[in-house]
C-alpha cells in the first residue's frame, strides 16, 4: 500500500468516526489526496499540492483542538 492509500485510508476512517465532524473538510482533503497522486504518477511538482494539503491539515488541526 502507497502512503497515499494510506492517507486516504485514514482519511476515510476520520471521517466514519466523525472527527471535526462540525468541518466538513474530508472532501477537500480528499481532493489534495488524488491530485497528489496524479502528479507522482505523472513525475509531475508536488510543491503546490503539497503546501495546501499542509496549509487545510493545519486550520483543520487548530480548529479541533484549540477551539
Known sequence: ???LEHARQQ???AEALGYGIKED???EFAKNIESLEI???GKESTTG???TLKHSLSQFKQILFDG
Do not use: A, E
Open 39 to 41: 502528479k507522482v504518477r
Open 25 to 27: 473538510r474530508y472532501q
Open 11 to 13: 482519511l476515510k476512517m
Open 1 to 3: 500500500m502507497s502512503k
Open 49 to 51: 499540492v503539497l503546501m
